[in-house]
């Protein structure tokens, strides 16, 4: 399997990819769209995938988000509630 391929089954998610690795592929495509030589078809192209990567580690996250769980002050389990974010 190419890499490009490897990539695009990533991105769409026919691969599971760690926040990690997503954010480290997104680094990558940052640093190719930067790349004066990278030719327009081939920016389309790193900008689709770095789209559904976003939208991939911002799902994970917000599903985390609503999983944390604290435990309350008289002992009880209870799950974290929205941050703030101002």
């Given at each position: ?17 760690t ?8 680094d ?15 920016s ?8 559904e ?7 994970r ?26």
């Open positions: 399997m190419s890499e490009m391929t490897q990539l695009k089954e990533e991105a769409s998610g026919k691969t599971e990819l926040l990690e690795e997503a954010f480290a592929r997104l990558e495509i940052t640093a190719k769209l930067e790349n004066p030589r990278t030719t327009l078809e081939e389309f192209a790193l900008y689709k995938e770095g789209n990567l976003l939208k991939m580690a911002n799902s996250i917000d599903l985390v988000e609503k999983q944390v769980q604290v435990l309350n002050d008289d002992g009880t389990m209870g799950v974290l509630g929205p941050l703030d974010r101002d």
